[in-house]
């Protein structure tokens, strides 16, 4: 019922329908969908962030100030993604998600208090 709020002419019914790839950078051959890349970008960068410990201060208080346990949880919501979109996503999208979590886990092991 949303959907046809959001669009205001036909190219962006049709847009919202298809879920179009676009061009990222103009002169370069990648394109994905921009909604799944906002996602995986979005949600890479609240993990760095919570794992480099700048919470906003309402997450902080629920977590009691643990960027580590707010990371993980992000963590884990990019590989449920992965696992749900697997053999489905362009090779583009599925490189994004790949280096992101790659990424994300490296630094989650850097970011561990010493034993």
Do not use: Y
């Not at 201060?57 to 629920?62: G, S």
């Not at 979109?85 to 561990?112: C, M, N």
């Amino acid at each position: 019922m949303w959907e046809h709020s959001l669009s205001h002419s036909p190219k962006e019914a049709e847009f919202n329908e298809i879920g179009s790839h676009i061009p990222l950078f103009p002169h370069s051959n990648v394109s994905m969908n921009p909604h799944f890349m906002t996602l995986v970008l979005g949600l890479a960068a609240q993990a760095e962030s919570a794992l480099s410990g700048t919470l906003p201060p309402e997450v902080a208080a629920q977590t009691g100030g643990d960027g580590r346990r707010m990371a993980q949880l992000l963590i884990d919501t990019l590989i449920m993604l992965e696992q749900k979109t697997e053999g489905r996503l362009e090779p583009d999208e599925k490189k994004l998600l790949s280096d992101a979590l790659t990424t994300l886990r490296f630094r989650f092991v850097q970011t561990g208090k010493p034993a």
